[in-house]
């Protein structure tokens, strides 16, 4: 099987209001020491060799300086200003995108995503019925509808995912029982409290 060129971009353009605290500058443990969140998911996305790593959001303190970054071209919106950004700046025919505050995705989950892309069709992850498009591949092609969704001021994920679907820009990718803990956000003091 050809491995695909593929960029990945790290999502950590988020207000953490919930949180009351940057999820980003978070400590984890991460090969036996005390790392930001954000060093920890960085690390995560090295692991499957992408051609391009970019971050999308604003600069962080520790943030390595020869990391783009790419401020939201459609500020405001929430995540989907992020992904058009980085789809519409990327140099390959797809995207990988993770969120900050998916702290237990491993790489071996981003592989299998991978895996199931083809040149102009990503995937998304199914979770009981759910998108889970914070932990994607999408096509380049996929910025043509993110585009318009934002023209619409229609901001929400899930319309984003179904569509691309309908589309066949992505196809649907059923989380396996044992890969579910993987999805664990962190949006709340108290989800720290229980991870």
């Known amino acids: 099987m050809v491995k695909l060129p593929f960029s990945a971009a790290l999502l950590a353009g988020g207000k953490s209001r919930r949180m009351g605290q940057d999820k980003a500058l978070l400590p984890v443990e991460w090969e036996g020491k005390s790392v930001p969140l954000w060093d920890?998911?960085?690390?995560?996305?090295?692991?499957?060799?992408?051609?391009?790593?970019?971050?999308?959001?604003?600069?962080?303190?520790g943030y390595s300086a020869s990391i783009p970054l790419y401020a939201d071209e459609w500020a405001g919106v929430g995540p989907l200003g992020g992904i058009a950004t980085?789809?519409?700046?990327i140099n390959n025919g797809l995207l990988l995108v993770l969120a900050i505050d998916l702290p237990r995705?491993?790489?071996?989950?981003?592989q299998r995503l991978l895996d199931g892309t083809e040149a102009a069709c990503g995937i998304v992850p199914i979770l009981n019925n759910h998108f889970e498009p914070l932990v994607a591949v999408y096509p380049k092609a996929a910025l043509e509808q993110a585009v318009a969704q934002l023209r619409k001021r229609d901001y929400v994920l899930q319309h984003f995912a179904e569509l691309l679907l309908e589309q066949r820009l992505v196809s649907g990718y059923k989380v396996e029982t044992g890969e579910e803990y993987q999805l664990e956000n962190w949006n709340k003091p108290e989800d720290l409290r229980s991870g």
């Open 86 to 89: 980085c789809l519409n700046r």
């Open 40 to 61: 920890r998911q960085l690390s995560i996305l090295r692991a499957i060799a992408p051609a391009e790593l970019v971050i999308s959001g604003p600069r962080k303190k």
């Open 105 to 110: 995705v491993q790489p071996s989950f981003l």
